[in-house]
């Protein structure tokens, strides 16, 4: 394991490590202040596509985290990025919010439903059964099937909620087409986000609260990777995992003394 004062980037979910159903996590504050004021370099990264990074440094500044929109890597950036070098300038039929479809304009993509090269999916707070039936004839049609994440629900005051990897099961048993998920676990979301901070995996770590997505990304990626226990993942399920995080904390409170 690798002295975490070496780590030059670091890399942190959002959801259940810096702030738990908009409340902040205790020490979240102290931890992004201390990475910054050392010079080390910051990505928070979220499988959330409703939101553009603007939308989401606004939040995160109402809990009271500063957060700044060059600092956010959305699994929407990750998915205009891939798309970008894939098909440059091509195009998509797209159910969404504004961070996928301002993530795809931002890389010179139109949106559109005729014959586009792909169907990308991402979250929305109102899935509509005319748009995944559009969805489902223009993948019949030939479309390629792209979806930003594989999670099945998502949070919400009232409970879980369907979410990408739901819906996209649901055209993926209408089509007989599975998608290419971009998002965590896929360590392309983490390559990606390398790629954007100039780094190299040998010198970066990534925190995260799931042994299920942002540990075995980080550790696909080749990163350092930190399971911090305030989130989904608890100690006692880690030994269920055949992988192990590279270091186990309570909270990200535990990192501030070890950034230097």
């Avoid at 304009?105 to 109102?126: A, C, F, K, M, Q």
Wanted: proline residues 6%.
């Amino acid at each position: 394991m690798k002295d975490l004062k070496a780590i030059e980037y670091w890399l942190s979910d959002m959801d259940g490590v810096l702030v738990h159903e908009g409340v902040p996590i205790p020490g979240a504050d102290a931890f992004l202040s201390k990475v910054v004021s050392s010079g080390r370099r910051l990505l928070v990264l979220t499988n959330n596509s409703l939101y553009t990074p603007r939308d989401l440094s606004a939040r995160l500044a109402a809990a009271g985290l500063d957060v700044r929109p060059e600092w956010i890597w959305t699994s929407a950036l990750a998915t205009a990025q891939f798309l970008a070098d894939q098909r440059p300038h091509g195009s998509a039929y797209v159910i969404g919010e504004a961070g996928l479809t301002t993530a795809l304009h931002g890389v010179d993509y139109i949106l559109s439903d005729l014959n586009p090269d792909y169907v990308v999916l991402g979250e929305t707070r109102n899935y509509s059964f005319d748009q995944i039936t559009r969805a489902v004839r223009l993948i019949e049609r030939g479309a390629r099937f792209i979806c930003t994440n594989p999670d099945p629900v998502g949070p919400s005051q009232e409970g879980s909620l369907p979410a990408c990897g739901a819906v996209a099961a649901m055209i993926t048993r209408a089509t007989g087409v599975a998608p290419y998920f971009v998002g965590k676990p896929n360590p392309l979301m983490m390559r990606s986000a390398l790629r954007r901070m100039g780094g190299h995996s040998e010198s970066a770590a990534m925190i995260g609260d799931r042994m299920d997505t942002d540990v075995v990304s980080g550790m696909e990626a080749g990163m350092e990777t930190v399971l911090v226990l305030s989130g989904v993942t608890r100690r006692h399920e880690i030994e269920r995992f055949p992988y192990r995080p590279s270091r186990v904390f309570d909270s990200v409170a535990d990192l501030v003394e070890m950034v230097e």
